[in-house]
């Protein structure tokens, strides 16, 4: 049934409650549907919200979108710059998105996430090794932060040191996501493009560097392949390669922060880490369940009438789908609220569903992967110093702003042969 129960869409993205939004979403799953008095329906449920992410009824696309239903989500057209794959439906999507995969991984270059192993492995291993010293740490600004982004620069071919330059660029643009119902709706427009303007021209420089001389990298790749089905036009090579950078490290940072926070409070798994790195993989799987990056996909709207759970949604109504809500359904998982890096079954919505589930889930799960089990490795006897810490301000992309750590020094590194390297740190 719909039911109105105040400003529901304040109450999600209500800072107060951005530490622990779980338990509006436990009020919220009492009802699936629930038609929001300020216009969104929200949909909290496991099964509703796969659903949905696979119905071709339910559209990405902002022109589909009445203006009156979310005046802070609603787009202006914009011909130099159109929206990313990810805001597109078929067939568009589908052709774009093939493109745009066809130099990241499988089945074009089915090992260039495995050749880079070694790489991330000896990345994280720099980043640690710069806390030697330290009896103090804050995870976000010393690692969380700085790891994804080296390996999406080097993984594109953009310039690491330019990192201080498309940092506002791509915090705007994250920021844009975020569907602030007391927001300016026009002024956040206005922000949003300038930054998708003033990057899409730092892209295009760099873009055209590689079509004059390509490198062993994915800007080259794009911007030179030619496949069945053509290349890319100018725009689209900009929206994506935007999409890539922004999204290529804005919900990593996300996740190993989250992911770390949850290992120190619950420091029995950390130990069990620690002593059984391969652990990790369910471990990850687990932390996108229990605490995902992405928390809601308020960007989508009917392209007819849809019932769902006795709720008819109508045309053109805007929709959000709390992924990180389904995530905890006791209708779709046991004790949902249990952190269990065991936990069976584990089909969660932390990179989505459907033809818009994260094509870059392969780089985001190693990533994760290694810098976890390196910072359980390596951390001597880490404690928060903050519980809970400082959040961003984004309801969508949520995740800690700062994660203030003490440690007692640093464990050994490990040796190429696996045992531990004696001269390194403290024990």
Known sequence: MTQTQGSLARQITDYAHRADPYPIYAELRKTPVVH?????????????????????????????????????????????????????????HDRLRRLAMAPFGPPHTPRRLHAMRGELTRIVGELIDGFEGRDRIDLVDHFSYPFPVTVICRLLGVPREDEPRFHVWAETLAASLDPDPDADAAERRRITRQARTELAMYLSELMEERRRAPRDDMLSDLVNGQGPEGRMSRVELLSTATLLLVAGHETTVNLITNGML???????????????????????????????????????????????????????????????????????????????????????????????????????????????????????RPRLLEDPPTYRRNAVLRGPRHLPIALEGLRPKASPNGSSNGSNGSR
């Open 36 to 92: 929001d008095e300020e216009g969104p329906y929200i949909v909290s449920t496991y099964w509703e919200i796969h659903g949905l992410l696979h119905d071709p009824r339910l559209s990405s696309e902002a022109r589909n979108l009445d203006p009156e239903a979310a005046p802070e989500l609603a787009e202006e057209d914009d011909p130099e710059l159109p929206p990313s794959f990810l805001r597109l439906d078929p067939p568009e």
């Open 262 to 380: 949850t290992l120190l409070r619950n420091p029995d798994v950390l130990a069990r880490l620690r002593k059984a790195p391969h652990l990790v993989v369910p471990l990850v799987e687990e932390l996108l369940r229990f605490d995902p990056p992405v928390q809601m996909l308020p960007q989508r709207t009917p392209l007819s009438e849809i019932d769902i759970a006795g709720v008819t949604i109508p045309k053109g109504a805007s929709v959000w789908l709390l992924l990180a809500s389904g995530n905890r359904d006791p209708q779709r998982f046991l004790d949902p609220d249990r952190f269990d890096p065991q936990r069976r079954d584990n089909q969660h919505l932390g990179f989505g569903s459907g033809i818009h589930s994260c094509f870059g889930a392969p780089l985001a799960r190693l990533e994760a992967q290694i810098a976890l089990t390196e910072l359980a490795r390596r951390l001597d």
